[in-house]
């Protein structure tokens, strides 16, 4: 079984870098699914997001449900990378990188990691509003919740 990458990290990160890296020296792997998650600027009333972790804390659970991920799926790789701190709008927060012999598993497996990123992994949002007021701390939507839940079934 393979050991998931997973870093969290106030800079930000070069799709292609990741990419290369984890595809340094393979010849076995036959799909990386990637993606991607960027700030929006919410029609304009958005300046910036906050994102708080606890260090540590975030990175061991992140590691421990993407070991989960590559027990369930055929992974020949793993990569998952979150942002914190002041994030802008354009700007990338997250990266998602699964990779394997065939497309369904690295795509299924990236789905779910992007599920859990979403709904319960360890991190704080808190809005910074384009008209300079600071807004509440972000709650997970209903639609994400709604889509995690089809990975509580067994495969």
């Known amino acids: ?5 997973v870093r969290i990290q106030r800079e930000d990160f070069a799709l292609q870098d990741e990419i290369d890296a984890l595809l340094a020296g393979r010849a ?3 799909a990386v699914v990637s993606f991607t998650g960027l700030c929006r600027d919410e029609a304009g009333t958005l300046a910036a997001l906050e994102l708080e972790h606890y260090p540590g804390m975030a990175e061991a659970e992140i590691a421990r449900v993407a070991a989960g991920a590559a027990a369930r799926w055929p992974l020949l790789g793993l990569v998952a990378i979150h942002r914190y ?4 709008p354009g700007e990338q927060i997250v990266l998602m990188l699964a990779a394997s012999a ?6 299924e497996a990236a789905d779910f990691m992007m599920d859990y990123l979403k709904t ?8 910074h509003r384009a008209d300079g007021t600071l807004g509440g701390w972000v709650e997970a ?8 839940k089809r990975w509580e079934q067994a495969p």
């Open 1 to 5: 079984m393979i050991s998931p990458l």
């Open 28 to 30: 076995d792997i036959g």
């Open 85 to 88: 701190g002041l994030i802008r």
């Open 102 to 107: 065939h497309r369904r598993a690295a795509f």
């Open 120 to 127: 319960r992994a360890p991190f704080w949002k808190r809005e």
């Open 141 to 148: 939507k209903t639609d994400d919740d709604d889509a995690a």
